[in-house]
């Protein structure tokens, strides 16, 4: 707790200064927290002084709040870029870094419990930076490091204002922010330290090293590739839930199953399932193997019934048996962008409306997936695989534009497809009874084929990889495409 208080005093954060009459002070509370590496063991333990932001009035306490933050495709495409350039990524965690933030509003906050100031016990602290908690301080401590790095000669993203990018001669230093945490790699070790050099000297840093464990993600790079997995957050989520002990499936979903709103079912606790789904969605970020399942289920959250809550343990019991299943980027990989479109046409039997599912590789390297139902109902096959191209172009085009920022570029993007009518219609701007109602929003895949940024290829259904986004499969396809994918398990890799 002194140490924390120290730490104010050094980013000189406050003033004691009289209470005023006229506005209003918000409190503030410690919290204690144990930091944990990647094995659970306990590595810091942690007092922070947080002001009680809920207290803020909008106009008086704050104005502007937004801060942006890396997507998961973001970083994902930086690991599968650091893996095929084969150079190293390092992490490094700002100490204490709201508190760098300047802020303009005059907020004012109590003295700290426990350490409040004996010949001025009611006097308060006028803030000059930012404090955790307030509602504006993400903002605050985003605009001061983007200054700082611009004024390093730095390059912001276009499409990605969290990540910096440095060109010297013919090499480069990327740069990804989320929030806090800071993750960095280049072409030149040089330029790794000279930018560690310039944090260190405008920043308090701590736990400057290679890249190993980053919001959830257990990360490892080694002389091969990158692998990715969250075995650490799988365990302690079944845990939680009293799964660890259930005996494991081969599966997340069975090909007979069909849920639907199930309204004369028995009604279950709608917190515990709505924590499970979302506990499950997190997971999805280095399991793409159970995005469809978890979809699925996310769908009854409303009204969740006992049938709904056997088929979310039906994925707990499937990830019980592959906790140690993740991600695989190996080296040495062909720089391309492909990316995968499926359809199952009117698959929803509660609104009959299909669900789109896309995958999104950068050589063998599965970047990007999703598993959607679409906004509206399908009159044909054709239109369903369509839909689900346009949403795929419109992922396309943000990486591309991504791989831009790294220097690279890319025309003529394949998009594989399994229906030659949605092909036919990406090329013929024909209007017959199949398709003359078609929104115009899903037309603008049309416009970017002929512009030549993407092209639609025929690809048989056997080796669609998108399908294990839009139904459940059979054992062995399901299998099959999970290795297609790069999903292994860790015991299976050589490091």
Known sequence: M?????????????????RPTNHPIIGTKWIFRNKLDEHGLVIRNKARLVAKGYN??????????????ARLEAIRMLLAYASIMDFKLYQMDVKSAFLNGFIQEEVYVEQPPGFENSEFPNHVFKLKKALY???????AWYERLSKFLLEKEFTRGKVDTTLFIKRKMNDILLVQIYVDDIIFGATNDYLCKEFSNDMQSEFEMSMIGE?????????????????????????EFLKRFGMENAKSMTAPISTTCYLDKDEVGKSIDVKK????????????????????????????????????????KRIMRYLLGTTNLGLWYPKNMPFNLVGYSDSDFAGCKTDRKSTSGTCHFIGSALVSWHSKKQNSVALSTAEAEYIAAGSC???ILWMKQQLSDFGLSLDHIPIKCDNTSAINLSKNPVLHSRTKHIEIRHHFLRDHVQKGDC?????????????????P??????????????????SHITF
């Open 2 to 18: 002194q140490e924390e208080l120290n730490q104010f005093e050094r980013n000189q954060v406050w003033d004691l200064v009289n």
């Open 56 to 69: 803020q009035e909008e106009g008086i306490d704050y104005e502007e709040t937004y801060a942006p933050v």
């Open 133 to 139: 908690g307030l509602k504006q301080a993400p903002r």
């Open 211 to 235: 890249l190993n464990f980053f919001i959830g993600l257990q990360i490892r790079q080694t002389k091969n590739g990158i692998f990715i997995n969250q075995s650490k957050y799988c365990k």
């Open 273 to 312: 399932y709505r924590g499970m789904i979302g506990s499950l969605l997190y997971l999805s970020a280095s399991r793409p193997d159970i995005m469809f399942s978890v979809c699925l289920c996310a769908r009854y959250q409303s009204n969740p019934k006992e049938s709904h809550l056997s088929a979310v």
């Open 393 to 395: 172009c419109a992922q």
């Open 455 to 471: 092209v639609l290829e025929f690809v048989e259904t056997k080796n669609q990889l998108a399908d294990i986004f839009t139904k």
């Open 473 to 490: 499969l059979p054992k062995e396809n399901f299998f099959s495409i999970r290795q297609e994918l790069g999903i292994l398990d860790s």
